[in-house]
Antibody
Framework: DVQLLESGGGLVQPGRSLRLACAAS????????MTWVRQAPGKGLEWVSS????????YHADSVKGRFTISRDSSNNILFLQMSSLRVEDTAIYYC?????????????????WGLGTLVTVSS | SYVLTQPPSVSVAPGQTAMISCGGD??????VHWYQQKAGQAPVVVVF???DRPSGIPERFSGSNSGDTATLTISRVEAGDEADYYC???????????FGGGTKLTVL
C-alpha cells in the first residue's frame, strides 16, 4: 500500500530554517516525480516545489525560489524540503504528493497520491 | 504567469448536477486535473487529463476541457460530495504548477 508520511513541521521564528521530510513506502520511489504543495489556514492550494524521479530536475514557485530547496534521497525513500529565511506568510500545512510517473514530462500529470500534511507555523 | 479562475462557490440540491468551471487562456491546450478536498483532509484527484477518472472515483464525476474553459461535472450529487474542488495544470511556458483558487461545493 502506497504511503506518504510528512514530518518536520512545527513553530519557528521568522528568518529561521526548517527541513521537512516525506517518507515514502509501498512503491518504487525513483519511478515517480514528487511535489510539495502548501495550504495556508483557510486558503487554497499553492504549489511549492517539484522534483523529477531521478532528482536531476527541480522546480520552485516564485514565492519560495532562493529560499526553499527540494531534494530526494532515493536510498532511504525520503523527499525533503529545506526551508530557509522563513516568513510569516509561509505558515501553512505542507503536503507531499506523488506524481503519476518519473520523468520531467510527468510533471504535467496528476498528483495521484497525497500525504496527510505537516503544519508549519512561522511566528515570533 | 498563467492564471486559473474558478467560481468561489457552487450550490446544488441533492440529486441534481453540479458544474464547476475553471477558466484559463486556451486551457483546452493544457492537461487539466481536478482535486476534491473534504474538510480536514488531504486532496484527492477525481479527474485527470481533462476527462479521465482514477479507479475508485464514481462515474458521477466527469470532466471536459475546450477553448478557455475546463469543467468538472458531478451528476446525481450526494451530501458526501460537499467539498472544495481545485483545478490544476502544469504551465510548460514557466515550468510551474498552477492551481485554481478553488470552489466550495455546497449540497443544499
Amino acid at each position: 500500500d502506497v504511503q506518504l508520511l510528512e514530518s518536520g513541521g512545527g513553530l519557528v521564528q521568522p528568518g529561521r530554517s526548517l527541513r521537512l521530510a516525506c517518507a515514502a513506502s509501498g512503491y518504487s520511489f525513483s519511478d515517480h516525480a514528487m511535489t510539495w504543495v502548501r495550504q495556508a489556514p483557510g486558503k487554497g492550494l499553492e504549489w511549492v516545489s517539484s522534483i523529477s524521479g531521478d532528482g536531476e530536475s527541480t522546480y520552485h514557485a516564485d514565492s519560495v525560489k532562493g529560499r526553499f530547496t527540494i531534494s530526494r534521497d532515493s536510498s532511504n525513500n525520503i523527499l525533503f524540503l529545506q526551508m530557509s529565511s522563513l516568513r510569516v506568510e509561509d505558515t501553512a500545512i505542507y503536503y507531499c504528493a506523488r506524481m503519476y510517473c518519473g520523468n520531467t514530462a510527468c510533471l504535467g500529470r496528476e498528483m495521484e497520491k497525497w500525504g496527510l500534511g505537516t503544519l508549519v507555523t512561522v511566528s515570533s | 504567469s498563467y492564471v486559473l479562475t474558478q467560481p468561489p462557490s457552487v450550490s446544488v440540491a441533492p440529486g441534481q448536477t453540479a458544474m464547476i468551471s475553471c477558466g484559463g487562456d486556451t486551457i483546452g491546450a493544457y492537461s487539466v486535473h481536478w482535486y476534491q478536498q473534504k474538510a480536514g483532509q488531504a486532496p484527492v484527484v477525481v479527474v485527470f487529463d481533462g476527462s479521465d477518472r482514477p479507479s475508485g472515483i464514481p462515474e458521477r464525476f466527469s470532466g471536459s476541457n475546450s477553448g478557455d474553459t475546463a469543467t468538472l461535472t458531478i451528476s446525481r450529487v450526494e451530501a458526501g460530495d460537499e467539498a472544495d474542488y481545485y483545478c490544476q495544470v502544469w504551465d510548460y511556458r514557466s515550468d510551474h504548477v498552477v492551481f485554481g483558487g478553488g470552489t466550495k461545493l455546497t449540497v443544499l
